[in-house]
């Protein structure tokens, strides 16, 4: 096995996002020192992976676009093969602020918890967005509090920490989530998986499509609800 520069490493998944992923690389370099970068290009077909390349950042290209939930796996497992202790994912959108990241890998390794979600919605500070959108949002984040008897409040944050015991259960099979969301946090807490909510603050998207366009949320909702109850009927592992 290769010796580590470090024993975090982040993870970014990236569909054309060629306007945007140079800033979030950048922040990443500029505020968390201690930790690898790794960029999941999910077939994209503009120069995004030429960017991550030029600025000496580790690349993974896809042959087909597979969607956030496997490009997310492909880096799971490349961080479960090199042993990377600790675990950061963020959007390639540049709406995760990255001054935060110190924060998150703090608060990580102090091994209080094991998955950290950054939510936009504790900062105190109005996240834009799309009202039917936050409108889902807020029901599965209820929903999925009152399964796991604890208030999480943004379960679709692309914003994640999480350690080795979650990396262990998300390179295996059972791991076959196309949007990791409030079904994912779920299965997490039936296996014990501990949560902590961390404040942060978005920014504007700084270029790009959102994937949450035209029918795409309505797809969405009733993809989850259906992992829910899925995951719901599931025995403990």
Known sequence: MN??????IIIIPAFNEEGSISNVINGCKKNLLQSDILVINDASTDN???IVRDLNVKVIDLPFNLGVGTALQTGYKFAADKNYKYII??????QHNTKFLPDIFDKLEKKEF?????SRFLSGEKYKNHSIRRFWINIFAKFLSLLIKEKLTDPTSGCRAFNQKVLKYCITDSYN?????ADFLLTLHKIGVKFYELPIVMEN???GKSQYSGFKPLYYVIKMILSIIIVMLRTKE
């Open 3 to 8: 010796k580590l520069k470090h024993d975090t």
């Open 48 to 50: 995004t992976s030429k």
């Open 89 to 94: 994912q963020l959007d390639a959108d540049g």
């Open 114 to 118: 094991d998955f950290i979600i950054g």
């Open 177 to 181: 989530f196309a949007y990791p969301d």
């Open 205 to 207: 998207r700084i270029s």
